[in-house]
């Protein structure tokens, strides 16, 4: 069952999940990429933009 709610900038995801890992988006020629281990190619994914952190 899939559930996303976002209440005053807070977020609950509700899905089946396999891993949640943390990641850096890096520059790739004129455009960005988040790497991820290469057995998940093809699988669907989130990808949650954070606020920068001061």
Not at 31 to 47: E, H, S, W
């Amino acid at each position: 069952m899939r559930k996303i709610q976002v209440i005053h900038d807070k977020i609950t995801l509700t899905d089946d999940v396999e891993i949640v890992y943390e990641k850096r988006v890096t520059p790739f020629g004129t455009r960005t990429k988040v790497g991820a281990p290469r057995k998940y190619v093809g699988r669907r994914a989130y990808v949650i933009i954070l606020e920068q952190w001061s």
